[in-house]
């Protein structure tokens, strides 16, 4: 079934890097999501990766899977008051019940 | 492309009566999803279709909850006799099926509230 597992806060400083961890228990997870979710908005889509990558870098957002351990990290580089927001991780397998999972998300609070 | 667009944002309503959300997905969008986020927890799948067909639904919802996707574009979700449970923000989600795994696409929600 699906489990996907995130910690709960994160403070950072402005202009340094931010990083967010989640785990994942469906090892038949085809894609792995990062979504953004500012307060009383819907959820933005950052990136995302194919199960069979290890790492994608889009602009300043660094997305590592270890698919061995099941472990998703984002990293935001150069972090933005902008960046203020909710994370989550989701998976999805195609192979299963074809649905996206998501995790209960990681508040990012960037300090000026 | 507009993005996905739900209707109403928020919804205030009293407990045993009914209430119906609108989500329009993007328009070559095939995929449409429910979701629900209460307070603190990810979003909760609710129900999902392909074109106008309901392909899977969630034990969350229950039979108070019913969902269409007339002519398999925008989508309705309706709860019967509201309880103090249902308050949370409903979501729609529209994605492309094909086998790349084309992402879904949020829309900014209805927020719900039953007094």
């Known amino acids: 079934g699906e489990d996907v597992e995130q910690s709960l806060f994160l403070s950072v400083r402005e202009g340094d890097s931010s990083v967010i961890n989640c785990t994942y228990t469906?090892?038949?997870?085809?894609?792995l999501y990062w979504y953004k979710q500012e307060p009383g908005a819907g959820l933005q889509l950052l990136t995302y990766i194919f199960s069979n990558m290890d790492m994608k870098q889009d602009q300043r957002l660094t997305v590592l899977l270890n698919k061995k351990d099941k472990h998703l990290s984002l990293r935001i580089a150069d972090t933005q008051t902008g960046d203020s927001a909710i994370y989550f991780c989701a998976e999805i397998s195609y192979y299963g019940n074809n649905r996206l999972a998501f995790g209960k998300g990681n508040q990012v609070v960037v300090i000026p | 492309d507009t993005g996905v667009s739900q209707d109403p944002r928020h919804k205030i309503t009293k407990r045993g009566q009914n209430v119906t959300f609108r989500c329009d997905p993007i328009s070559e969008h095939n995929r449409l999803y429910w979701y629900r986020q209460t307070l603190g927890q990810g979003p909760e799948f609710l129900t999902y279709?392909?074109?106008?067909?309901?392909?899977?639904k969630s034990r969350l919802l229950s039979d108070r909850f019913s969902a269409e996707r007339p002519k398999g574009s925008f989508s309705t979700l309706e709860i019967q006799r509201t309880e103090q449970g249902d308050s949370a923000m409903y979501l729609c989600?529209?994605?492309?099926?094909?086998?790349?795994?084309?992402?879904?696409?949020f829309g900014n929600g209805t927020r719900l509230t039953v007094t």
């Open positions: 989600a529209s994605s492309l099926e094909d086998r790349g795994g084309s992402p879904l696409h």
């Open positions: 469906d090892s038949s997870s085809t894609y």
């Open positions: 279709f392909q074109n106008e067909a309901q392909l899977e």
